[in-house]
């Protein structure tokens, strides 16, 4: 006893040792924080091709309703894909920010760890800003489509910026209030594809790699809208009666 505290008093703890332990301790939490940022942010990033993919399809569903409720008559068949293609922007854009927004939102408000909070809450808010921002889109890809001679109906650049700028507004508030529903199982349906590729290489994980993840989501989204577009029809018909209103 006599021993330890001779050597102590021989070697007390300096101020530099104190200084280096406390930097120490600050480094490693710093390096915690930048790993769980780093996952956090590439968990949304992954979570975005998703979120395109499932705005195609949604706007590919309401293509074919709209068309229904305009003509009494119609049979449900594939829509023409060039014309798709052609509106296919907005959701493309909109359906990304819309996703990239959900998930950087669920995970600063949950989290990443947890088991269903942060995707219940990307479920959540995808709903409210997928239907907005491709609200907002819409119109603008008509505009677009327009001055470019794409439209399928001839109008002037005055009539097609008129268009724009006056129907946006109401287009927005009418896409809005319609599209909740669609846009509800839009973000079911992306985050049970997320939950199943998290499962293997989510952000949990020690190796967790964004491009790789991102990889997977990508292809994973890519084989679900040609499967949407161009597998069974008894697939695409259960869609369009869910979607339909009335």
Do not use: C
Not at 42 to 69: F, K, R, S
């Amino acid at each position: 006893m006599s021993d330890t505290i001779g050597d102590m008093q021989a070697n007390p703890p300096t101020s530099t040792s104190f200084r280096q332990s406390y930097f120490e301790r600050d480094r490693v939490e710093a390096d915690r924080f930048e790993d769980d940022r780093r996952r956090r942010s590439g968990m949304a990033i992954a979570l975005v091709p998703l979120g395109i993919a499932m705005a195609l399809i949604v706007h590919y569903i309401n293509i074919v309703v709209t068309i229904d409720h305009a003509d009494w008559q119609y049979v449900l068949h594939r829509p023409n894909f060039v014309n798709i293609l052609k509106l296919s922007v907005a959701p493309f854009i909109g359906g990304g920010i819309a996703m990239l927004g959900a998930g950087v939102v669920a995970t600063a408000v949950a989290g990443r760890e947890g088991r269903y909070l942060p995707l219940v809450l990307t479920v959540v808010m995808y709903t409210l800003f997928l239907p907005i921002i491709v609200g907002l889109l819409l119109p603008a890809n008509l505009f677009l489509l327009d001055v470019t001679g794409l439209s399928v109906v001839e109008v002037s650049i005055g009539e097609a910026l008129s268009a724009w700028i006056w129907g946006t507004p109401f287009f927005v508030l009418t896409y809005t209030l319609t599209g909740f529903k669609q846009a509800l199982w839009a973000g079911i349906g992306a985050v049970v594809l997320a939950a199943a590729v998290f499962r293997f290489i989510g952000p949990n994980h020690p190796a967790f790699s964004v491009r790789r993840t991102t990889a997977v989501t990508t292809g994973i989204g890519l084989l679900t809208v040609l499967f949407i577009m161009f597998g069974p029809i008894g697939v695409f018909e259960l869609l369009f009666n869910e979607f339909r209103i009335g």
